[in-house]
């Protein structure tokens, strides 16, 4: 009845879906801060 | 400092949901600790259900003045829906096995919420298809309106149809069911998943202007 393997893999998911998203849309918010103003 | 200060309220929040779903809320008396994925999943498809108000707002905002800010704002929202019902489905599928003693089932509640996850994907891939930015902002417009509609429909699927799935426990005209604790804990977890949507749609705005002004600097 405890089922503690269901419960870590639901958050696990949770986790892992929004911490992937929100490192990858840092990830390219910094490649673009980073070029210069004239975009060369 | 505006999305710094509510990544920071959003990750302590999701650290007193954590608290409140593990450490607060009591285990369930007939389902055991498997229910404490209820305080990621209900969560999660309500914070869907905002996102895709937004996505809304954005479209008709865009359809309405045809100004770029309305269409960014209903892009990052649109992606997050996608998220947060992907998040959904994957957590009652998970929650489904122990209880239901199966992973999935035709059922009207899960089908209508399957259904939103395909027209938002879609509306994802319309976006990156159309090569012109008018027209994928138009069409997305017009698809992101249609696919809210699927919202009531989930909602009262539950009263509509016969399903496996529980009539609603908390969006009811009726008080509440739920034991006072385990409401709290979920109301905390609600309020954390909305903040973490805030944050990232409010990224990924960010993230779509500067792809906006780089473009625009690419073409001069």
Redesign the interface.
Known sequence: ????D??L???A??TL??AG??WR??R??RA??A?PP??T | MATRLLGGVSAVLLAAGLTAAFGYAPRDAVQ???Q??MY??VP?ILTAYVAIGVVLVGSIGYLWTRRREWDRAAAAAG??TV?FT??TL??GS??G??TWGTWWTWDARLTSTALLFVIYLAYLLLRSVVEDPERAATYAAVLGIFGALDVPIIHFSVQWWRTLHQPATVLRPEAPTMDPTMLLALAVNVLAFVG?FAY?AS??Y??LT??AE?QS??WR
Do not use: Q
């Open positions: 009845m405890s089922h503690w269901f419960v893999a639901a958050y998911v949770a879906v929004l998203y929100w849309v840092e390219r918010i673009l801060e070029l004239d975009g | 055991g600790n498997v404490r994925i990621i999943h999660s992606e997050l998220c992907a998040i994957a957590t998970i929650w096995k122990p973490t990232l990224r990924r960010r993230l500067l792809e780089a600097r690419a």
